[in-house]
């Protein structure tokens, strides 16, 4: 990006101090995209490495970004933290804030093998529960009547789980009545909590659950709930092509989107034309 190798910019860090990588757990160094960017712009407009690094200092550090935000995790700077989400929300939206920054911060220390933890991940993973939690609290009533169900298969500190949190928000914020629970829940105790919330719409997150636990969940929502659809979220089901559950994809915003398109065109099925049998189980 910058057009320099990385012993020239590894000079800059040691002469001028900037831009200021962070390392990985194996000491590998991590630049800031919003460093760089800025960098790159400021060498642009002096050609002279000294003036390029005093004019992108002077330009301060750039809108609140998910780097930004993996470095606040990675000094466990809960009121840097703070302050960043709280400059994305005025620029961005609450959803925009969740997928490209919080959840970005988050990622950026996972494990990508999911092997192992750091202090640094899990210090942001229960930052961005709490956050999200609170959030929530705060959502409006449900304006719909449509109302979705969350199985979150997830173990405790998955990623997974944080994007199913992000994804019920995501739901609460546009109208639709949600509850969340997990796959621990006996199938015949799930079925004690259907007729409250009448789901139209089922949403699998999460892996850390059988196919055939997760099939008989799935068969006691619909002995209960007649005409329920069933997605995933995230791969929660394998995609062996011998199932009838439709895909939300990877991302909270757009499953969000998706699921709303769906839910509309399920009302609009069920208002003009009669019911119709369904199979009794959606996974194969």
């Known amino acids: 990006m910058l057009g320099v190798s990385p012993n020239t910019l590894r ?6 101090g900037f831009p200021r990588p962070r390392r990985t757990p194996g000491g ?14 400021t060498l642009a407009e002096t050609h002279n490495v000294s003036s390029a690094i005093a004019l992108a200092r002077q330009r301060g550090e750039g809108p ?3 780097s930004r935000l993996a470095a606040a995790f990675a ?3 809960e009121e840097k933290a703070n302050g960043l989400l709280e400059e994305s929300l005025a620029l961005r939206s609450v959803e925009r804030t969740i997928e490209e920054v919080l959840l970005e911060a988050v990622s950026a220390h996972a494990d990508p093998r999911g092997e192992a933890s750091t202090p640094e991940y899990e210090f942001g993973w229960r930052y961005a529960t709490a956050w999200l939690s609170a959030l929530k609290r705060l959502a409006p009533p449900a304006t719909r009547a449509e109302g979705v169900l969350v199985l979150d298969a997830s173990a ?15 739901l609460r914020r546009a109208g639709i ?8 829940i006996t199938a015949s105790r799930l079925a ?3 007729p409250a919330l009448a789901p139209r ?3 699998l997150a999460g892996r850390s659950i059988t196919l055939d636990a997760l099939g008989r969940l799935v068969y006691s929502v619909r002995s209960v709930v007649t005409g329920v659809q069933i997605f995933d979220f995230r791969g929660a089901v394998p995609d062996t092509g011998a199932s009838t559950v439709r895909r939300l994809g990877k991302t909270p915003l757009a499953a969000r989107d998706l699921l709303l398109v769906r839910l509309e065109e399920i009302g609009h099925s069920r208002s003009s034309t009669p019911a119709r049998p369904r199979p009794a189980i959606g996974l194969q």
């Open 156 to 170: 405790p500190l998955e990623l997974d789980g944080l994007y199913a949190q992000s994804l019920e928000l995501m």
């Open 192 to 194: 004690r909590a259907l």
């Open 201 to 203: 719409a089922v949403v």
């Open 64 to 66: 609140s970004s998910g």
């Open 28 to 41: 590998h160094r991590q630049y800031a995209l919003n460093e760089i960017e800025s960098l790159r712009a």
């Open 177 to 184: 009545r949600t509850v969340s629970l997990s796959t621990a």
């Open 75 to 77: 000094t466990f700077d």
């Open 11 to 16: 000079s800059w860090e040691r002469r001028y």
